[in-house]
């Protein structure tokens, strides 16, 4: 955790705008402004017996008194500065449409169209809409897959600088870390190479709000000079879903373009609770976050350990050996490989929500992924790898030869995919074929997840041998228009 002015710790105390909203609500004002069901009075009913009427005092508008998101001047700006001295950087922005817009922003006030923009295959899907909002050049990078672990890994400094290498002209590296496994990557060493080649680094990190407040955690992008950051609040804090942070720390981008760019892309009706529940996140991630987090680590080692030691066919990957893989692990995402069971994680996760009444936030055909957070007790865990304990002794399935693979990635871009995506010169063609053409469609198997077509690529041999194996069992295409996918959209003259 970095050091604060003796001067600022005394300041994150507090919760300006958290404190405004409770002023307001408990003032009981008569409400002529949105929303419409003033206070909660026409909420429906079900649902307020449930929760209670209180919580609806604070879904109010922009109004002088709260402060408007988008100018801000009063608790919101207050907020803000006090979240950017917390994780030490030059400005932090609240994001309500979660850390998605936050990566659109970062390619359109980092980058100009026709720039070009090195970054990993395995992004998040909100990257290819700031590739095409922004008009940007992609230089691919395929990512790393280890056969042994069945992950898939985030991008290497190696890979990174043969890229610089070869695209010197590249404006930007766009970097996911930690990845949804919690894997994260060399970022020190990745920075410090293209900050001497003045290269901007954009880093998603919306797994890793928490890393900034741990030593015993790996490093935050923020710690280690990353120019623009983005961390999703919401998935391992405690703010409201939705609730995301933009930081900056740059010397190569204008703050201003920045703010103008993330305020062209928020509502204009943002949910103050979760404005709010930044404001109150950020409080108790400084003031506990260690101890927080702490037990949360203790937690996590002992269900790894546990799930390692007793559990036949699952095995749980440890810190250790991704480490020696060259990357780092944030120990509080729990990732177990089922492969040995016979079934698939899609499976065990049915079986878990259904049967042990847990539900986890995301599996594949090789792993179970269970996300802990600053909430997160050591009795969920003892449930978790009960649950796991019992699955292993009660169900098994014949074992599966599945290998964990994509084809080769590095296909021709012969034109921008902005370019391609708003065109109407598109048809369809049989999948079979649609080699040679130029996508313009993007297609993502799950798993593992990467997508294996996107627009303005020219569509290979391989990677249509690959979608066509995929559709035969049954694996979803994501952006496939019909059931099965048969077809591809191609980009006509």
Known sequence: MRKIPSSNVIKQFKAPLFDTLLAHAKRGVTSFHCPGH????????????????????????????????????????KAQELM????????????????????????????????????????????????????????????????????????????????????????AVFVTSPTYNGVVANLKKIIDLCHRRGKIVLVDEAHGAHLHFNNELPESAIDVGADLCVQSTHKILSAMSQGSVFHFNSKLV???????????????????LTLASLDLARRQVFLHGKENFDRVIKAARWGRTYINNNITFMKCCTRKEIQGIGFDLDETKLTVNVTKTGLSGYEIEDILAREYNIQLDYADLFNLVAIMGEGSTKEDVEVFVRALESIDKKYHGEQKNWILKIPSLATEMVMKP???????????????????????QTLTPYPPGIPVVIPGERITKEICDYLIDMSSKDIRISGQETEKLKMVKVFTN
């Not at 009913?45 to 709260?66: A, P, Q, S």
């Not at 990566?103 to 090195?118: E, H, K, R, T, W």
């Not at 295959?121 to 990257?127: G, V």
């Not at 391609?420 to 063609?429: D, E, I, W």
Request: glycine share 6%; proline share 4%.
């Open 38 to 77: 003033k206070n909660g009075k026409s909420i429906d009913e079900n649902l307020k017996n449930y929760i209670g009427e209180e919580v609806f005092k604070f879904d109010v508008t922009v109004f002088d008194e709260v402060d408007s998101l988008h100018d801000p001047v009063g608790p919101i700006k």
């Open 84 to 171: 950017s001295e917390a994780y030490g950087v030059k400005h932090s922005l609240f994001l309500v449409n979660g850390t998605s817009v936050g990566n659109i922003a970062m390619f359109l006030a980092s980058c100009d169209s026709g720039d070009s923009v090195i970054v990993s295959r395995n992004s998040h899907k909100s990257i290819m809409a700031g590739i095409v909002m922004s008009g940007v050049w992609p230089i691919w990078i395929q990512p790393k897959i280890d056969q042994n672990l069945d992950l898939i890994f985030s991008t290497t400094y190696e890979q990174i600088k043969e890229a610089l290498d070869k695209y010197p002209e590249a404006k």
């Open 254 to 272: 204008d703050i201003n373009r920045v703010k103008k760019v993330v305020s062209m892309l928020q509502t204009t009706s943002p949910n103050y």
């Open 418 to 440: 902005r370019d391609v995506f708003l065109s109407n010169s598109t048809k369809k063609v049989s999948l079979k074929k649609a080699v040679g053409h130029v996508a313009a």
